[in-house]
């Protein structure tokens, strides 16, 4: 079952960026917006049904790990989902993926204390990220722009990614899930307020790429690994999520026709290695003697 699940999130989440990519004429916002109120509600049916009381339960704890997580994941949309328009969806993909380096980093600031195999797998995952980003530049001011938000895409989705993970402790499934994208979506019902984005009044074509967008992405991808957050750890999670990249990336080629330059190619290659030797790095966390 773990395994059926692992690979229906993989595909849910590959699938995420050559939708967005596709449908450019829905605001980035609007999007971000429908896919997470959508996902809550569905979400919710289930959480009330198993408890009526569900979300009154909740301790004070658990509502500020997964508020944390909600706005986290908010901003997460807003740069990844804008980047997926300025630069390809491979390198953007790419360089989101990069969140298992901001975890190790994050947990190296609160004391955990790692191999050196760590630290040299951060400097070669961001060493990719620069290859990628910098023949990026030959393209423009836009894919430039691009890359940029999908590396803060990639901090947030860290964030949003260790906060859930401490409140999935605790939590099941459905109700953390549709707690974390009620959250997410307010914040961004403000921001598209607060930009003047509308969040209705697409035509059809809109609409099949929010409902795609909702339920291949969201319920099936981030839900998916939401619930392998407490079964596999935030650790094999963002390894797990590393299979988003090759994935993206064929969906687009397929779809989208999008070609990817051997300069990308190569950058993919070293942020591959780079987390590998993170991870297995994390894996084995240095003892103190």
Known sequence: MTILLAMVGIIGISASGPIIAAFPGVPVLSMAFWRNGAAAAVLSAPALRKNPKAYLHMTSREWFY???????????????????????????????????????????????????????????ALLGAIVITGFDMGLGRDAIV???????????????TLAGSVARRTLGTTTYASSCY???AAVLLVLCFLTG???WGFDARG???????????QIFGHT???????VLGPLTVSTLILLEIPGAAILAALFLGQVVSIATYAGLAVILVGLALVIRGQAQPKTEV
């Open 207 to 217: 609409w099949i790429a929010i409902i795609l967008l909702t339920l291949c992405a």
């Open 66 to 124: 997964t508020g944390i997580a909600g706005v986290a994941l908010a901003l997460h949309f807003v740069c990844f989902m804008y980047s997926m328009r300025l630069t390809s969806v491979a390198a953007g993909t790419a360089l989101v993926c990069i969140q298992g380096v901001w975890i190790a980093m994050f947990q190296v600031l609160r004391g955990t204390k790692y191999r050196t195999q760590v630290f040299l797998g951060m400097g070669v």
């Open 182 to 184: 009620a959250i997410t």
């Open 224 to 230: 998916a690994m939401n619930h392998l957050l407490s």
């Open 197 to 199: 984005t509308p969040i």
């Open 146 to 160: 691009g890359d940029l938000l999908a590396l803060a895409g990639g901090v947030l989705a860290a964030v949003y």
